[in-house]
């Protein structure tokens, strides 16, 4: 009985070790043809050098909702198709001016830049002093006597000593998201917001703001101040706060216009009506082209698939790539999928999105139950040898993020983060700045997460 025991046993882990084998080789094949064979590169290069900066609206986005659907349409998938979503448009116009003026006739010119559904100035711009504050709290304080026909400042930092540097953005941002709406209630008549961005330099970095329930009329422009602007005017102020500041911007908001989410799919085999997606958003900010946030991630995600049908993986449940639209200024792309997904009662077991930028992977998060992250920490072994064995509970991606009302486990891929907010939003994000090398390992990691969410499920 003893000796059938262990003959029972020798057989299971023989095939355990067999199976891990199996695993462990299947993985590799994707690191070798993403670093070998793989298309990511030479997509965001046509994606960044051919067509551009892609904000909402704008010509260029609807020139990479076609180029992205044709390039999938050209991997052989099952299924391509355009899913209608309408979103904001917002034009930046002639590029912003701005300078500090310390006396009469004596001015410095600075770097800023119109936050994103910013209003413009007046044609002749704005002269003003400035308030400059570091929080909501202090500003409320001042109260309208001190604020009221003056530009608001907004200069709290990235705190530098965080290192997961998305713990400093979003601790700061904020200023950035609500500044104009708080300034407004006290009488200002613009806000500069720091830039959000660690290093100190001279390229302003753009992003959303937002006016909530605020009348058109009662508006006020919006901008943000580089790094070094935000320091020099910060102490000119200290010597000086009767100082005043020139602004300049013609930006401008338009009716919504009709734009696409791109979709793609491999049917799955054995649970067809089960749904793994992988995707990025398309969009990006007009001032580069938006390589890192987050071409890298469309090419990543198109990439999963392409090296499923490449390499002949045929996935039990089915795959499917969602390139999202307008994650930048209005999140329209991702609540749309989700709502078309409820309505169909669409069945999404997994969620990856990459939307951190194609520096070199450290890992994942999960945002997911803990006898499910438990399941999920199992795998790490497969990562190990390729260094990218960080795995975070907590954290998914904001275009996938209002699928998690639906149960799905949501996750991230989480690169170095280090350098991101160098580029995040600036007219440093070009291509550039991206190393192949990092962009296709992040490519062949996220294909192996998918692959082990396949075979092994939840």
């Keep these: 009985m003893f000796r059938f025991f262990y003959f029972l046993l020798s057989i299971s882990l023989f095939s355990y070790s067999q199976d891990s084998q199996n695993i ?16 990511s590169y030479e997509w965001l290069e046509h994606l960044s050098n051919q067509i551009g900066g892609r904000l909402s609206g704008s010509l260029n986005a609807e020139r ?9 349409e050209s991997l052989g998938l099952d299924k391509v198709w355009l899913q209608p979503v309408m979103v904001p448009k917002w034009v930046r116009g002639n590029f912003e001016y701005a300078s500090i003026e310390s006396s009469t006739g004596n001015s410095i010119n600075v770097s800023i830049c119109a936050l994103g559904g910013s209003v413009a100035t007046p044609n002749r711009g704005i002269r003003a002093e400035v308030i400059e504050v570091k929080s909501f709290v202090e500003l409320k304080k001042l109260g309208v006597d001190k604020i009221a026909g003056k530009i608001v400042f907004f200069n709290r930092p990235m705190d530098p000593t965080k290192i997961n540097t998305f713990s400093s953005y979003s601790g700061a941002v904020n200023q950035r998201t609500e500044g104009a709406e708080e300034a407004i209630k006290l009488g200002a008549k613009a806000v500069l917001v720091r830039s959000m961005n660690l290093s100190n330099d001279d390229f302003p ?6 006016y909530g329930s605020v009348k058109l009329k009662d508006r006020i422009p ?3 101040i580089s ?4 320091n020099l005017l910060s102490s000119m102020l200290k010597l000086d706060p009767k100082l005043k500041f020139f602004i300049k911007q013609n930006c401008q908001n338009y009716p919504d216009v ?15 009506n089960k749904i793994i997606l992988v995707g990025g958003h398309l969009d990006s900010w007009d001032l580069g082209d938006g390589s890192h946030d987050d071409g890298a991630g469309v090419v990543q995600s198109m990439e999963v698939l392409n090296q499923f049908k490449s390499l002949g993986v045929k996935p039990r449940h089915t795959l499917r790539v969602v390139l999202f639209m307008n994650e930048e200024n209005g999140l329209r792309g991702g609540s749309k999928y989700a709502n078309i997904a409820n309505k169909k009662r669409e069945d999404h077991l997994f969620a990856l999105e990459s939307d951190a930028g194609g520096f070199t992977p450290r890992g994942f998060s999960f945002d997911s139950s803990d006898s499910e992250f438990d399941k999920i920490k199992s795998w790490k072994k497969y990562f190990k040898p390729y260094l990218i064995n960080e795995f975070t509970q907590g954290g998914g991606g904001a275009d996938i993020g209002p699928l998690k009302s639906t149960g799905t486990i949501l996750s991230g891929l989480r690169p170095d983060s280090q350098r991101y907010f160098d580029y995040h939003h600036s007219s440093q994000d070009t291509f550039d700045a991206i190393n192949k090398r990092e962009l296709e390992i992040g490519a062949a990691s996220m294909s192996s997460l998918i692959y082990l969410v396949d075979i092994f499920g939840f």
């Design 24 to 39: 462990e080789s299947q993985i590799k094949s994707f690191y070798d043809h993403s670093l070998t064979s793989g298309k």
């Design 205 to 210: 970095h753009t992003g959303s703001m937002y």
């Design 64 to 72: 990479a909702v076609q180029w992205s659907k044709e390039e999938l």
């Design 258 to 272: 009709l734009s696409y989410n791109v979709i793609g799919e491999i049917k799955g085999s054995e649970f067809p």
């Design 222 to 224: 919006a901008a943000a």
């Design 227 to 230: 790094t070094n602007g935000a």
